[in-house]
């Protein structure tokens, strides 16, 4: 090595050099293998989580900025659910309520034969279906069922039928009737 100072490299200085590279590559490799891969990977753990992250504020900020509209929508489906569930009847108000399709036929001089059905639920709702024969003029059934649904209380009838005139000139309508009653109300959740 004296030789390698004096401008003279030797075969033992070349050795030399070459084991002190090894010895670096050596320690650089194990250095890469065992520290800095460990860092890239949690690196690459923190990115993943932070691009989730940038993703989420992102999502948090076009929220914020529609918020309004949010809280403006949310006001009128509640508004409108509201105005729903007051046209549906209570349990205790079913009773009255056929009382007042039987004055509505009253009424309209027809005569009305109402026949209870099996009620559904699910579970939000029950559905509480009537079948209805309806006979008299058919200019006055007509109205009859016309004002079924407009009544104040939400009233659906379907599968209506009509048979021909009878002798007198008066028409049968068969139909199905469905009022419904929610089993929880919006504002307490409580069975109505």
Same mark, same amino acid.
């Given at each position: ?8 490299i ?29 860092d ?13 992250? %940038?993703? +989420? ?5 076009? @929220? #914020?900025?529609? !918020?309004?509209?949010? =809280?403006?929508?949310?006001? $009128? ?12 009847p209570?349990?205790?108000e ?5 009382e007042? %399709?039987? +004055? ?5 001089? @027809? #005569?009305?034969? !109402?026949?209870?059905? =099996?009620?559904?639920?699910? $579970? ?5 279906p ?12 007509a ?14 009838? #379907? ?10 000139? $008066? ?14 109300t ?7």
């Open positions: 090595m004296i030789d390698f100072l004096k401008g003279t030797t075969p033992k200085d070349w050795a030399a050099l070459a084991g002190i590279l090894a010895l670096i590559a050596a320690c650089t490799s194990a250095f890469y293998f065992m520290v800095h891969k460990k890239l990977e949690e690196i690459a753990v923190i990115e993943a989580e932070n691009e989730q992250v %940038v993703t +989420e504020l992102n999502r948090a900020i076009e @929220i #914020s900025n529609k !918020i309004d509209q949010y =809280r403006e929508d949310t006001r $009128e489906i509640e508004e409108l659910v509201r105005s729903f569930e007051s046209r549906l209570s349990k205790s079913i009773p009255r309520l056929f007042q %399709v039987e +004055e509505m036929a009253a009424e309209e001089t @027809i #005569s009305i034969e !109402i026949e209870p059905l =099996r009620q559904n639920q699910d $579970e939000n709702k029950e559905t509480i009537y079948q209805i024969k309806a006979s008299g003029d058919f200019h006055k059934v109205s009859f069922i016309n004002r079924l649904e407009r009544f104040k209380r939400y009233l659906k009838v #379907s599968d209506l039928k009509m048979s021909p005139y009878d002798k007198d000139g $008066e028409s049968t309508f068969d139909f199905k009737m469905n009022t419904y009653r929610f089993l929880k919006m504002d307490t959740g409580e069975s109505s």
